[in-house]
């Protein structure tokens, strides 16, 4: 058995909650009248309580979320030329609306690193130095330990998978970042080096830890045609908590394949499990879906993630699942594949416009409340950020 690291249990997150807000017991927005169940829970094994805002609220005004663990959504954008989200100011935006939400998990689209169109920068990492120092180290210049991401490693370290998958790790959090392709797999982001890539992160701060990490290239055409995906006995394989070096070489070769072989833009999920300080474990699975046009590509990429998101729940151990990022599509069309695997929408509104593209979804019997749909401002091109807090 091969898990990314047995951690120790690390101090409290450096993103911490603004001491002014209300008490958790208090979740409308200053637009709305009081708590509102916005969303309607689709059939699940075990229904669990939810509640949220009745309208988009502003990260500020968001309740501390108490013993709960907040969880973002949000895209940096990188993919779009104007507003300014790929320069430093850009970056800064994005961390002080974390800062402001108290995130203790952000999962990230549109990664950039070392692209030339963002100033060579790692951008997901720039946003997270930003409001958790620790992660200074790793842009300081000084060297910092680099291992394979199944060995054992000091406290900090850099730790790499054969998958795409790379761990920064600090004794006050981790970032995982999963490549969807690189420079030499596609050209036209400005950079054709194997450095340059493209994809999702997600982040965990502590006292939370990441207990195994891996990467997925989802469908890259809407037929059966191209090189093939895991099929449901190697992802049951992936999602029983022993995800071998040999496993992990196959799925990096895979992932490769399925790159290589789309005929536009690859995408991908990042599978992240994650273990809490009451020592429960959850999967936390970050995805970029195929743009709006493709919808029969994206049925096929929902459906490969309701598979994957099974295997996860499944484990051993049996986990939590959460799916979360910029699905660029309804939450009627997301639903029809992910309800059909146990999963409710808790954030994401029914009307078919792009400000819905930044859902969350749960597993049945996980509860959540403070669903809501955060302003993004100036932080992204989107119109809102994801936002809800784990019980």
Not at 57 to 80: E, M, R, S, W, Y
Not at 98 to 110: K, M, P, S
Not at 226 to 255: H, I, S
Request: net charge neutral; charged share 25%; hydrophobic share 30%.
């Amino acid at each position: 058995m091969s898990h990314v690291s047995s951690l120790r249990r690390r101090p409290p997150s450096a993103v911490q909650p603004v001491s002014q807000r209300p008490a958790v017991a208090a979740p409308p927005s200053s637009r709305s009248t009081g708590p509102v169940d916005t969303f309607t829970p689709s059939a699940s094994p075990a229904p669990a309580p939810r509640s949220g805002y009745s309208e988009p609220v502003a990260a500020k005004d968001l309740p501390d979320p108490g013993t709960g663990t907040g969880i973002l959504t949000l895209n940096l954008a990188n993919g779009q030329e104007r507003g300014g989200y790929r320069t430093p100011e850009g970056r800064e935006r994005q961390a002080k609306l974390i800062r402001e939400t108290g995130a203790t998990l952000v999962a990230f689209q549109e990664v950039d690193t070392n692209v030339d169109r963002s100033g060579n920068a790692n951008t997901s990492l720039d946003v997270v130095r930003r409001f958790n120092p620790a992660f200074d180290r790793f842009t300081s210049g000084e060297p910092v330990p680099t291992v394979p991401i199944g060995a054992d490693a000091p406290d900090t370290a850099l730790r790499k998978g054969s998958d795409g998958t790379t761990l920064y790790q600090t004794p006050q959090g981790t970032l995982v970042t999963g490549e969807s392709f690189s420079g030499d797999d596609r050209g036209g982001l400005g950079d054709s080096g194997a450095d340059a890539t493209y994809g999702n992160a997600f982040y965990v701060g502590a006292p939370h830890k990441v207990v195994e990490a891996y990467t997925l290239a989802l469908p890259p055409t809407p037929g059966g045609d191209g090189p093939p995906v895991a099929t449901a006995e190697e992802l049951a394989a992936l999602g029983d908590g022993k995800l071998t070096d040999a496993e992990r070489d196959a799925l990096g070769q895979r992932n490769e394949a399925l790159r290589k072989g789309s005929p536009l833009e690859p995408r991908s999920a990042l599978v992240t499990r994650v273990v809490g300080p009451d020592g429960r474990e959850r999967s936390v699975i970050t995805t970029h879906l195929s743009k709006n046009g493709d919808k029969e590509l994206r049925a096929r990429q929902l459906a490969y993630l309701a598979q994957v998101a099974q295997a996860e729940s499944k484990g051993p151990p049996a986990r939590e699942v959460v799916v979360l990022g910029d699905f660029n599509s309804s939450t009627k069309e997301v639903g029809a594949a992910l309800e059909g695997a146990g999963l409710n929408r808790v954030v994401g509104g029914k009307k078919e416009t792009g400000a819905n593209y930044d859902q969350i979804w749960v597993s049945g019997g996980t509860a959540t409340d403070t669903n809501a749909q955060v302003e993004a401002g100036r932080a992204s091109d989107h119109k809102y950020a994801g936002y809800t807090v784990l019980r």
